[in-house]
Structure formats: structure tokens, C-alpha cells
């Protein structure tokens, strides 16, 4: 599976900003699929994940309430819509593929997206 992100930018504290990523290649319509990300000199941390029908969503504690996942199985696609930016959320995004229908982790990822950078400014 291949996977590609995108609609990372510059936004400042409080804005809005969403991210999508297209699945191509091999199929990943029966995964579960997630959004992972690393701040500079910090390890890649899990965000939220979303199982194969668009439902078990899951959150990090520190996204809860502010950050939305979604997927759109007929277009191979899912997004994270984040609202109430802080600038301790300026990282490199990633969406991966995971093992499973349900649930993933940094050990279950099987594909990882390029990343796109999400940097906000106070």
C-alpha cells in the first residue's frame, strides 16, 4: 500500500487546519488506518486511528476534543480535521496502515505515509 498525505502548512494558535491521505496500491479498505506524528527531537507518537468502516475512532489524550478522524472507504482516503491548534502540535504528520480491522499502534503499522509538516506559531 502506498500511502500519501497531505494539506500540512504554517497556521497559527487557534486556527484550523486538515490533513487527507490517499491509499493507493494494494488495498487497505479492511484496516484499520491512523495518524501518527514527531515533533523535532521527540519520538513518533500516535494520534488517532480509525477502524476499516469508519468506526472505532481513537485519540490520544492530548488531540481529545480537538482533533476528528474520518475515513472515506470509496475513496481510499482518510482525513484528520484539527481545530484549536496549540503550537505543541507542530509536528511531522504521518498516516499509516495498520495490521488489523481495529486499532493500531506503532508496532501493528504495516505501511507509513511520507509525512507532512504542520507547524503552529503563537
Known amino acids: 500500500v502506498q500511502l500519501q498525505a497531505s494539506g500540512g502548512g504554517l497556521v497559527q494558535a487557534g486556527d484550523s487546519l486538515s490533513l487527507s491521505c490517499i491509499a493507493s496500491?494494494?488495498?487497505?479498505?479492511?484496516?484499520?488506518m491512523g495518524w501518527f506524528r514527531q515533533a523535532p527531537g521527540k519520538e513518533r507518537e500516535f494520534v488517532a486511528a480509525?477502524?476499516?468502516?469508519?468506526?472505532?475512532?481513537s485519540y490520544a489524550d492530548s488531540v481529545k476534543g480537538r482533533f476528528t478522524i474520518t475515513r472515506d472507504r470509496a475513496k481510499n482516503t482518510i482525513y484528520l480535521q484539527m481545530k484549536s491548534l496549540k503550537v505543541e502540535d507542530t509536528a511531522v504528520y504521518y498516516c499509516?496502515?495498520?495490521?488489523?480491522?481495529?486499532?493500531?499502534?506503532?508496532?501493528?503499522?504495516?505501511?507509513w505515509g511520507q509525512g507532512t509538516q504542520v507547524t503552529v506559531s503563537s
Open positions: 496500491g494494494r488495498t487497505s479498505s479492511n484496516n484499520a
Open positions: 499509516a496502515v495498520g495490521r488489523s480491522a481495529v486499532g493500531i499502534t506503532s508496532r501493528t503499522v504495516t505501511s
Open positions: 480509525i477502524g476499516w468502516n469508519g468506526g472505532h475512532t
